[in-house]
């Protein structure tokens, strides 16, 4: 699923009004900022079919400083070649445990947090099997630019609960994979999970 053009030129016209707004001196400069990036703003909206811009005004505004990518963590855990999914309430799909990396957090630390908040697992990260750019695999378009770390986690303790984004918690085999939450992880990606799992040496994917 390739991302439309359109996309590209509202990301780009963000970015550049986040960091004008962000470094700009001069008042009359900030006010032109703020316009490119309401324009961004309704041309994603329009380009969406919303009618209201103003949640994505607000998405856009919250994002302040130089912009970047933001980074999405998520963890391949095996028990005996299955692979453990959560089910997130959000839209009652399967996917990997995992979310936003947050400030002040290392990304093997967000990797374990993630897994016990929305499993109730206790994991050791084993490896990085692969860094993606989210929008070269396949996942719906989104306002943001992601990039996505892949982690392989051992498990250590704890037991199957959900948390409060997941109303369900279950190991799948490869051949058995529940519908997913195509936002979050893909089928691609899960099947490139089952072969780092089997084969412990191989590199680190990466774009």
Known sequence: MENPQWLGWARRLQAIAQIGIEYCKDPYDRQRYEEIQRLAA????????????????????????YATPKIDIRTAVFDQDRILLVRERADDLWTLPGGW???????????????????????VVRKLAAVYDRDKHGHPPMAYHVYKFFFIGELCGGRAEPGLETSGVEFF????????????????QLK??????RNPGWATSYD
Do not use: C, W
């Open 173 to 188: 085999g490869e051949g058995e994979l529940p519908p997913l939450s195509m936002t979050r992880v893909t089928p691609a």
């Open 192 to 197: 490139q999970m089952f072969s780092h799992s």
């Open 42 to 65: 309704e041309m994603t909206a329009k380009s969406a079919g919303l009618s209201d811009i103003g949640p994505i005004v607000d998405l856009f505004k919250n994002e302040v400083g």
């Open 101 to 123: 990396a947050d400030i002040g957090e290392s990304p093997s630390s967000a990797a374990v947090r993630e897994v016990k908040e929305e499993s109730g697992y206790e994991i």
